[in-house]
């Protein structure tokens, strides 16, 4: 079993930024992908971001690509998911994910998932 936290979130400007972290715990080798996720008010829940983990391949959705990054600190067991130029349609719940499978997609791999973090941006 994988145990997922993330920090990092909470209320910025139009056009700030905001670094994410995901601190993994627990039975970690079984996984090859991790990714971040978000929920807004009234919508689906999106994938934003992921990663192959050792390889550092990364792969984002349209909707960011450009503006967040995620990377991942190995020996820590974290991955991070840095947002710049931020846009109040960012505004949502922030979920970390792990998981085994095709990391360049957001689907058929989440296993595992973290309790999420509110960014808001106005």
């Known amino acids: 079993h994988v145990q997922l936290v993330e920090s990092g979130g909470g209320s910025v400007q139009a056009g700030g930024s905001l670094r994410l972290a995901c601190a993994a715990s627990g039975y970690t080798k079984g996984n090859n992908c991790m990714g971040w996720f978000r929920q807004a008010p009234g919508k689906e829940r999106e994938g934003i971001a992921t990663i192959i983990t050792l390889l550092h391949n990364t792969y984002y959705a349209d909707s960011v690509k450009g503006r967040f990054t995620i990377s991942e600190d190995n020996p820590k067991n974290t991955v991070y998911l840095q947002m710049n130029n931020l846009e109040p349609e960012d505004t949502a719940i922030y979920y970390c994910?792990?998981?085994?499978?095709?990391?360049?997609?957001?689907?058929?791999?989440?296993?595992?998932w973290g309790q999420g973090t509110q960014v808001t941006v106005s």
């Open positions: 994910a792990a998981g085994r499978g095709a990391c360049d997609r957001f689907d058929g791999w989440t296993n595992f």
